[in-house]
């Protein structure tokens, strides 16, 4: 798909919360607002599996930009490996100006596996910024897990994640924001050996996400079939499910007889068809609340700019 630098990897089942630091944020937000089809699409937009591990992998992402980004400092944050095991510590300010923070543990059975356990204590990072002569800082911290096991066929995913993030509200505005959001969420991937456009994968998954600004809501992806040879611009089929406040949206997606560019899906609200909507891809990251995250945690590195949709 339009995504291809997205990670495969998966599981399946009804995610279980223990309490951990994605349901300390989830069980505090507000039920999400599920009555229009601004609200449909707003969630149709990021709660697919392969959608909430694309930002829940933001986590990831950020290591890797500490462990090979050119430009990046080579002492700070401090890396220990021994073993599979690698320990990324903060607690200093690397020569680019940002102080990192907390730690993180990366625990992996190997490069070929595909396998891993990602831990992060508070880890992440504060920058700061000078706007129109006011000063601050964007500020980026991750707690929680994710772990991705299995065989090369299939992979099985897990999250328990909290971002917080604050700092500039979008890359155009000197406004500043506090934010947050969390993923409590399990799934797998048949088919997590093959390229993105150009093998069939089948994403199963369910738990919690949500947004301090949106609120959080129930999600579940049955068989949704991503496969760029029947279809580049949307899954070949499947549904996901969205609940929140007594309310239901199912999303169908039919790449496999109705491919357009626009990524268009059916849907449905408290069982009552209606028309198609545009716009829903099977590996996109967007929404308000995202963007300012990706501003903060990419944007500020230098990696991308992603205008907020505000």
Known sequence: MRSRWLAVVA?????????????EALNKYKQASLTSETDVKEWAERSSA?????????????????????????????QQKDGNTTRVTGGCTDKNGVEWLGSLELVSEGEDTGNFRYTYDGFGYQKPFTCEG???QNKVVFHGTSSVTGTKAKKEFAFDLRLESSGQQNEDSCDTTNSSGAWEYKGTIDGADSSFGEGKQTWNGSGRIGYESRGVVEVET?????????CDSEASSGTTTVKSGGHTAVIEYDGATDCEESSTVQWSLDGKAKAEMEGISCSAVSGPAFSAWSLALLGALGLMRRRARR
């Open 11 to 23: 599981m399946s089942g009804v995610w279980v919360g223990c309490g951990g630091p994605a349901a």
């Open 50 to 78: 392969p959608n909430v591990y694309a930002v829940a992998n933001l986590a990831a992402t950020l290591v890797a930009v500490v462990g090979g980004s050119s430009g990046q400092d080579a002492n700070c944050p401090v």
């Open 134 to 136: 006011t000063t601050g």
């Open 222 to 230: 049955k068989a949704e079939v991503v496969d760029g040879s029947v």
